[in-house]
């Protein structure tokens, strides 16, 4: 291998990315990692758990670390075993044959900024989000997307989840254990969720059903007081006071780059097989870009540990493509 072909390109941090550099750099495969760049709130380095005020379920921490305070001793680790870290954005990825070609800044330039023996994909997975011009500054202060993370802090509280489906059933069900009232708000008259998640919200006497509604405005200054609905059918608008509001209309995960290049699900997340290799040989994938299932921080670092030993064990065994 030439000297400017790297042993791994790790692009994309959060739990994921960051176990991938620590593994890989302990490995002594002189990874270098493309962060990402600050974009918007929800999307940025580090990942969601950016987002995220205390984690209480992270394993080792007893009292609980701030979502951010965890990514930066990942991050600390990582630099600890010299990996590089790229504070970039990648722009463009060519997966057609090893060395791999990555950009950043310009798609369009003649030359790629590095080149790659094998490449991990932990571009994560965003949650949409509502839009509205005060959710983003309460995210983490009473709006959350996640209630497996978050539900301990809302005990007690009034607690509203929108969306239809069965996300959203699982999140109020789950949320009805520890909140005195929880509302699903929906803004059809039917639900999307299968019948058996139906019934299992509409047995649960602390939820309740705000259908033919949306979420036009959120109200809180530190922390969420409440929400303004709309009637999708009359137009007319009511107010909810809750303290918590859990957005569940789904989460798409970032694979814009890899499209056509790489076999996604049909939700387009990437599918992997025998642990974390996809369909091209040399490129693995880890954390929620290719877990629609558990979302958690713990599974995306372990995956992340995951694809750094496969990355290692395959470059060692000759990087053999036609025992991929």
């Keep these: 291998m030439s000297d400017n072909v790297r042993d791994v390109v790790i692009i994309g941090s959060g739990p994921a990315g960051l176990t991938a550099a620590i593994y890989t750099a302990r490995a002594q495969m002189d990874p270098l990692m493309i962060e990402g760049e600050l974009v918007s709130n929800t999307d940025q380095p580090g990942g969601q758990l950016m987002l995220t005020t205390e ?44 060395p791999f070609g990555v950009w950043v800044d310009d798609p369009n330039a003649p030359e790629p900024s590095y080149r790659a023996d094998s490449i991990i994909i932990a571009t994560g997975a965003r949650a949409l989000m509502l839009g509205l011009e005060h959710e983003q500054r309460l995210l983490g202060h009473g709006v959350s997307t996640c209630a497996t993370c978050d539900a301990f802090f809302f005990r007690g509280h009034d607690i509203a989840v929108i969306g239809g489906g069965d996300s959203a059933m699982e999140e109020a069900t789950f949320l009805s254990r520890f909140a005195d009232s929880v509302t699903i708000v929906h803004r059809r008259s039917e639900l999307r969720a299968s019948r058996i998640m139906q019934q299992r919200a509409m047995d649960d006497p602390k939820i309740r059903f705000e259908l033919d509604k949306v979420v036009t405005d959120v109200h809180g200054t530190d922390r969420l007081e409440g929400l303004t609905l709309t009637d999708t059918n009359t137009g007319a608008t009511s107010e909810l006071a809750v303290t918590g509001m859990f957005v569940a209309i789904g989460h798409r995960p970032t694979t814009e780059l890899f499209e056509g290049q790489i076999e996604l699900e049909d939700n387009g997340y990437i599918r992997v097989h025998a642990g974390s290799r996809t369909s091209v040989p040399g490129v693995f ?40």
């Design 285 to 324: 994938a880890a954390g929620d870009v290719q877990d629609h299932v558990y979302r958690q921080a713990i599974t995306a670092a372990g995956s992340g540990c995951m694809a750094a030993l496969d990355a290692e064990r395959w470059l060692a065994s000759g990087a053999d493509e036609d025992n991929w």
């Design 55 to 98: 984690v209480e379920n992270y394993p080792g921490f007893v009292d609980g670390i701030m979502g951010p305070d965890l990514m930066a001793a990942f991050r600390a680790q990582a630099e600890r075993f010299e990996a590089e870290i790229v504070t970039r954005r990648v722009t463009r990825v060519d997966l057609s044959s090893r």
